[in-house]
């Protein structure tokens, strides 16, 4: 089965759904993958250093700016093989890691049609559904560019599938390997009434606080990573752990869970390996914040940010 894709009840998360047709059956095709890269309606989207092509990044519009099937050839002489996205009203979508250029500057051909910038710096401006085609390329091609060879054996790993599966060269192991994210649960803790825990990392930016996050291990369900996390990092011991949403983060390669989590207030007992400070604030602190150097909320195109507006406002728990 193959097409668009929606849920029964849908919470629009930045980078996630995109609307994209990932057409899995197309990806053996490569006659057809190979037609598709002469077609003159297909969209390459190219990356350098993990930034994506942009017009417009120094106003209040940016737009991706995708190239076409004649371009093709300088793409592949600056970068790798291009890697199929899928398919965006009809049109074949591919991005290119340009891992052989030097400076955009000096190649006049992209110089000439916008900007490379970190997808996080524009990314609350463009269109949703772009964005997350933007996250889709920028997670597709990190994962190749860290696979290129094989965990097994150590031999060169070959493209396969249109760069949505790798393969170990060596005919004696030929292991597959497959795209891989980071599962992480990131959790607001209330305690079922007016309060909510927020804490702050040493490298963050001045005043900035968010909500408690961490990896989930192995063998570890969701809900028992976000028990352990909420121990650890301030000591408290969570009593029921609610569900809100996902979000593809690939910054580099994290898949974020995100969780409403009840605890008993009572003092924290904040560990420092783990957070600069953390405390409980109530709604009024919080609706009132200066949003500047001495205390304001994460970045607007975080879940962080979308877990504490649906405590503050809607009342989720």
């Known amino acids: 089965m193959h097409g668009t894709y929606l849920p029964m009840q849908q919470r629009i998360i930045p980078y996630g759904w995109s609307g994209l047709d990932r057409a899995d059956h197309l990806r053996d095709d490569a006659a057809w993958l190979d037609q598709q890269l002469q077609h003159s309606e297909t969209r390459i989207y190219p990356l350098w250093q993990s930034r994506s092509l942009f017009t417009g990044v120094d106003g209040h519009q940016p737009r991706a700016v995708p190239l076409e099937a004649d371009s093709l050839d300088l793409l592949r002489r600056l970068g790798g093989e291009p890697i199929f996205l899928g398919l965006q009203e009809g049109c074949a979508c591919f991005a290119v890691d340009l891992v052989n250029l030097q400076d955009p500057e000096q190649e006049?051909?992209?110089?000439?049609?916008?900007?490379?910038?970190?997808?996080?710096?524009?990314?609350?401006?463009l269109p949703p559904a772009e964005g997350a085609l933007l996250a889709h390329a920028r997670a597709l091609t990190f994962w190749n560019l860290r696979h290129r060879f094989c965990g097994v054996c150590g031999a060169p790993t070959v493209m396969r599938r249109g760069g949505n599966q790798r393969q170990c060269s060596d005919e004696k192991c030929q292991v597959p390997q497959f795209p891989?994210?980071?599962?992480?649960?990131?959790?607001?803790?209330?305690?079922?009434?007016?309060?909510?825990?927020?804490?702050?990392?040493?490298?963050?930016?001045?005043?900035?606080?968010?909500?408690?996050?961490?990896?989930?291990?192995?063998?570890?369900?969701?809900?028992?990573?976000?028990?352990?996390?909420?121990?650890?990092?301030?000591?408290?011991?969570?009593?029921?752990?609610?569900?809100?949403?996902?979000?593809?983060?690939?910054?580099?390669?994290?898949?974020?869970?995100?969780?409403?989590?009840?605890?008993?207030?009572?003092?924290?007992?904040?560990?420092?390996?783990?957070?600069?400070?953390?405390?409980?604030?109530?709604?009024?602190?919080?609706?009132?914040?200066?949003?500047?150097?001495?205390?304001?909320?994460?970045?607007?195109?975080?879940?962080?940010?979308?877990?504490?507006?649906?405590?503050?406002?809607?009342?989720?728990?």
């Open 108 to 125: 006049p051909e992209l110089a000439s049609r916008g900007t490379f910038a970190d997808l996080r710096a524009v990314g609350m401006l």
């Open 180 to 317: 891989r994210m980071d599962p992480a649960v990131i959790m607001l803790v209330h305690d079922g009434g007016d309060r909510c825990v927020l804490g702050r990392q040493k490298v963050w930016r001045a005043g900035m606080h968010s909500t408690l996050a961490g990896f989930v291990e192995p063998g570890e369900a969701l809900e028992e990573a976000v028990a352990r996390e909420v121990a650890e990092e301030v000591g408290l011991e969570i009593q029921e752990a609610t569900y809100f949403s996902s979000q593809p983060w690939p910054f580099p390669s994290s898949l974020m869970l995100g969780f409403h989590a009840r605890a008993e207030f009572r003092p924290l007992r904040v560990q420092p390996e783990e957070l600069e400070s953390a405390r409980w604030f109530s709604r009024k602190e919080i609706l009132e914040s200066p949003e500047d150097e001495t205390f304001h909320l994460p970045r607007r195109d975080s879940i962080s940010y979308r877990l504490i507006q649906a405590w503050l406002h809607d009342g989720a728990c």
